[in-house]
């Protein structure tokens, strides 16, 4: 499949494509079915970010998080993902940020190598402050984390 095409026209139905698609064993039985070509995608990410939509940077993200949690590793390349999720998604993907940092302690310190700007960091954190009880954010813990983890980019600026 050519990879700049599939970016193109990436509709959400061609997830299927990129997913995690595990087949439940771990160490040398690990597989991944769509490992191999969601790696080709990705490594055309890190050089052609901008052709990405924020859909398919999503739906990279939540695959290489699942991976990440059963895999007992992470691909650097989630930072990047993250990054780009949400400064380019805001606060239409915080929750989708926070499923993935939340699939254990390498996709947690992958997804908090990000560099963001001041008006993201700004919109998300008014957007924090003034979330309801009942929206999208996986659990009320990871949303004060989430506030205390902008707060602390904003803080710390360059």
Same mark, same amino acid.
Request: with cysteine; charged share 35%.
């Given at each position: ?37 969601? =790696?080709?995608?990705?490594? &055309?990410?890190? !050089?052609?970010?901008?052709?990405? #939509?924020?859909?398919? @940077?999503?739906? /990279? ?41 939340? =699939?254990?302690?390498?996709? &947690?310190?992958? !997804?908090?190598?990000?560099?963001? #700007?001041?008006?993201? @960091?700004?919109? /998300? ?34």
């Amino acid at each position: 499949m050519n990879i700049e095409e599939y970016v193109k026209n990436y509709r959400e139905d061609d997830e299927l494509e990129i997913m995690f698609a595990w087949n439940g064993k771990h160490a040398n039985g690990f597989e991944d079915e769509n490992f191999k070509f969601r =790696r080709e995608v990705l490594d &055309y990410f890190k !050089s052609h970010k901008g052709t990405f #939509s924020v859909s398919l @940077i999503a739906a /990279l993200y939540d695959a290489e998080t699942e991976f990440a949690k059963e895999a007992w590793g992470v691909n650097p390349v989630v930072s990047l993902l993250a990054q780009e999720l949400l400064e380019r998604g805001r606060e239409v993907y915080a929750s989708t940020y926070l499923k993935g940092w939340g =699939r254990g302690m390498d996709a &947690y310190i992958q !997804s908090m190598r990000i560099e963001l #700007s001041k008006e993201c @960091i700004n919109d /998300l954190i008014n957007y924090s402050k003034n979330r309801k009880e009942n929206d999208d954010f996986p659990n009320k813990e990871q949303a004060e984390l989430f506030l205390k983890f902008l707060e602390f980019k904003l803080e710390n600026r360059h």
